[in-house]
């Protein structure tokens, strides 16, 4: 985790975002949004597999964000994990950012 600038935190994650690994994202989720009101910046550019269990995790964490007042921003998703993110909708609860 790195503070990213006024009212943000950008948090970073690799490869595979499944059933094995997204309790742990969650953690390390929860622990940002209880910092901020503001943004929580995701950096996807690494994950290579998005499961239920990991889209799960990031609508939670967003609804977590939404009612503190701030938001979660998902960066950089690979192409295989943007289409996760668009067939599940996770763009309606989330900012989806390609940069």
Do not use: H, K, N
């Amino acid at each position: 985790m790195a503070d990213a600038g006024p009212g943000r935190i950008r948090l970073w994650v690799a490869g595979d975002v499944d059933l094995a690994t997204a309790d742990t994202l969650a953690d390390a989720l929860d622990r940002a949004v209880a910092q901020t009101t503001g943004a929580v910046e995701l950096d996807l550019s690494e994950v290579t597999f998005l499961d239920a269990r990991g889209v799960a995790v990031l609508v939670r964490a967003a609804a977590a964000a939404g009612t503190r007042g701030g938001l979660l921003r998902l960066v950089s998703p690979r192409s295989s994990v943007r289409r996760v993110l668009e067939l599940t909708r996770v763009a309606a609860v989330c900012e989806v950012r390609p940069e």
